[in-house]
């Protein structure tokens, strides 16, 4: 049963960090693209951060130089390490795994199959 959990989500204030896990289980998360997406009430639900299975990252522009995703394939965990956290970034963020080993220019969610149930981020 392929399946992803996030956790280490909660509230903090502005210019504080935050670690996300998401550990994968039914197959191995290095073969696939990996990402972070994040979605806040009323806005769409974006990548905001993603891994190949060659360990090319790549940042949605708000995000660059504050955030780090990173994968430990021991582990089949993906991580999501926040610095600087801004008031907007506060949204749930999903884990979700890629159909394919590379993750594209601009990922969409449509080429994302299993996805966690989402952690919090509240930035005050």
């Known amino acids: 049963h392929v399946q992803l959990v996030e956790s280490g989500g909660g509230s903090v204030q502005a210019g504080g960090s935050l670690r996300l896990s998401c550990v994968a289980s039914?197959?191995?998360?290095?073969?696939?693209?990996m990402a972070w997406f994040r979605q806040a009430p009323g806005k769409e639900r974006e990548a905001a951060a993603t891994?190949?299975?060659?360990?090319?990252?790549r940042y949605t522009d708000s995000v660059k130089g504050r955030f780090t995703i990173s994968r430990d394939n021991a582990k089949n965990t993906l991580y999501l390490q926040m610095h600087s956290l801004k008031p907007d970034d506060s949204a749930m963020y999903y884990c979700?795994?890629?159909?394919?080993?590379?993750?594209?220019?601009?990922?969409?969610?449509?080429?994302?199959?299993?996805w966690g149930p989402g952690t919090q981020v509240t930035v005050s």
């Open positions: 979700a795994r890629g159909l394919y080993s590379s993750c594209g220019a601009t990922p969409s969610i449509s080429i994302f199959d299993v």
């Open positions: 039914g197959y191995t998360s290095s073969d696939y693209c």
């Open positions: 891994i190949s299975s060659l360990g090319l990252t």
